[in-house]
């Protein structure tokens, strides 16, 4: 690639001014684009070894650069000695070659070098209809684990199931009122209890009587684990493994726990409670881990849990969940770290909350569900990709706002659609060939001179680093973002043969046609890629696209 011709080249001028051998020849993406393509601060690094100003050895390395063989068109110092470098356009277009060759595999990269990491996700309590703050976690969980596995990790999905404490209590409690009111309508329900449609439901389908409280309680939570399933596999979200939290006690993980604390001297009785000491390990206040009554709280399951992750080989561990467990992070950690375990174990993503907008006003409520809207009512009308694409397009630590109106609009407004089309507008210009896209796998690509094709060259090569980013920052957004200026960056190459006959794809001299159908079947590769990534669909036809030329 051409950077990579760039870094050598540069790292065998660094060394020629008498720079150490070994010193690292950084580069990154230039913040403006019109003061070049990449830079570099190695002068900055080097004036204290040196022992010279930056700018003075910015200037020698620039001096001593070769830029044919670095692949650069310019060269400038800039500010105190940062390193601006222009790629030149031949240098760009060869790596058209690489994409297509590449193909379905472009993109990936083997940075995680297969070791395993687990992203658990979605977790949801079986007492209710997955709800859009689900629908956000599911459809980031699912996507940071894809980058993860993109870019070279061996991915385990997981969902823990809290199918024991108060709030399945609650649920049975609610089922049991709802069968009893099948039979006399002024019977009792509880204050706590679950009001949603889908209760009455589940009463109506319990085949046992009403005094069967242990059938009808794992009766309730299978049916509703089955609708969770049923949501999240319609929403394109798998996992590997769902882990019980019910199992955490029946196989003797909990009271392990306390055992393995104890031992390690972390554990005291106050006020009948056993408490752990968390503060020694940076939390607020010490946590209590076994109540006065004798039951476990929620935090000493959640320690337990994540050491059976630990034990079960996964060293690398993320969380994707609700801004709601922000009190919990530290807690969690502190207990793994009395007991070993390394701090900062596991990673935490946090999402904010969704709101839904219709017309400018808060859709608040669903019928089934009672008092939230459902995920599957939203993917319902939006659509799968249209959804997933809207959870994933901002950063997880943002509130997001879910434009219903926008997510309906089927025109290059909705990025989901933007992006999409170009896809398809790609795929269109090979029909009108009469050619299978596979058919052209080489071309003339030092033709490729216009200033629309080598700047949509430039965005489609940025594809591998942009995932590579994405998830070292657990951060899907990135790539929407990626994908929305690379969908542009397609759509004005394509427009440019409206404009003026001599840049289209077809109807021009043969060599320049394969030349920018090369470059179309390039643009189509990093596209569906991209959307791949994030569990979106991306269509060959699309009648939007069909009727432009």
Request: proline share 4%; charged share 25%; with cysteine.
């Amino acid at each position: 690639m051409a950077v990579e011709s760039l870094q050598r080249e540069l790292g065998r001028a660094v060394r020629a001014i008498g720079a150490d051998p070994d010193t690292r020849v950084g580069l990154e993406r230039a913040r403006d684009p019109e003061h070049g393509d990449w830079a570099s601060n190695v002068a900055l690094t080097l004036a204290r070894p040196l022992r010279r100003k930056p700018r003075e050895i910015a200037e020698e390395i620039v001096a001593r650069l070769d830029t044919d063989a670095a692949g650069v068109r310019s060269v400038e110092v800039a500010g105190p000695g940062f390193i601006n470098f222009r790629l030149a356009p031949e240098a760009l277009i060869g790596g058209l070659a690489e994409i297509v060759d590449a193909d379905l595999a472009f993109g990936r990269s083997e940075d995680g070098q297969g070791e395993p990491v687990m992203v658990e996700f979605v977790s949801a309590n079986p007492t209710g209809p997955l709800h859009i703050g689900h629908g956000r976690q599911a459809a980031l969980g699912d996507a940071i684990a894809e980058l993860l596995a993109w870019t070279g990790w061996k991915v385990s999905r997981e969902f823990y199931y809290n199918d024991a404490g108060e709030q399945i209590n609650r649920l049975a409690r609610s089922v049991a009122a709802r069968r009893a009111q099948l039979d006399s309508p002024s019977a009792p329900f509880p204050e706590d209890g679950y009001h949603g449609d889908y209760v009455s439901e589940i009463a109506s389908r319990f085949p046992g009587g009403p005094a069967a409280s242990e059938e009808l309680r794992a009766f309730a939570v299978s049916e509703l684990r089955a609708e969770q399933d049923r949501d999240l596999s319609e929403f394109r979200v798998r996992f590997d493994r769902y882990y019980l939290e019910s199992s955490l006690y029946t196989d003797g993980r909990v009271q392990d726990t306390i055992r393995r604390l104890r031992e390690a001297g972390r554990v005291y009785e106050q006020g009948g409670a056993l408490w752990l000491r968390t503060t020694a390990f940076g939390d607020d206040k010490d946590r209590v881990m076994v109540r006065s009554n004798g039951e476990p709280t929620y935090f000493l399951a959640d320690v337990a849990y994540h050491l059976a992750k630990w034990e079960r080989g996964f060293r690398r561990a993320i969380n994707v969940q609700g801004s709601d467990h922000h009190g919990t992070t530290a807690r969690v950690r502190a207990g793994l770290q009395a007991l070993g375990l390394p701090r900062g174990y596991p990673e935490y993503v946090l999402h904010q909350m969704v709101t839904v907008l219709r017309g400018g006003q808060e859709v608040k409520f669903s019928k089934r569900a009672g008092d939230y809207v459902t995920l599957r009512e939203l993917f319902t009308e939006v659509g799968v990709d249209v959804a997933r694409y809207f959870f994933l397009m901002r950063r997880a630590e943002a509130q997001l706002v879910f434009d219903l109106d926008l997510a309906l609009d089927q025109s290059d407004k909705n990025p989901v659609y933007k992006i999409q089309y170009a896809h398809a507008r790609m795929h269109a210009i090979f029909r009108r060939a009469g050619l299978p896209m596979s058919d052209v796998a080489a071309g003339t690509v030092a033709l490729l001179r216009q200033p629309a094709e080598v700047e949509l060259v430039k965005v489609l090569r940025r594809l591998p680093e942009t995932l590579a980013e994405a998830a070292a920052r657990h951060a899907p957004h990135l790539l929407c973002k990626y994908l929305e200026e690379a969908a542009a960056a397609v759509n004005a190459w394509y427009h440019t043969g409206n404009r003026d006959e001599s840049l289209r794809v077809l109807g021009v001299e043969q060599d320049l046609s394969r030349a920018r159908l090369l470059l179309a079947r390039a643009a189509a590769i990093v596209l569906r890629n991209g959307l791949s990534v994030l569990g979106i669909t991306a269509p060959e036809r699309m009648e939007h696209a069909e009727t432009l030329t």
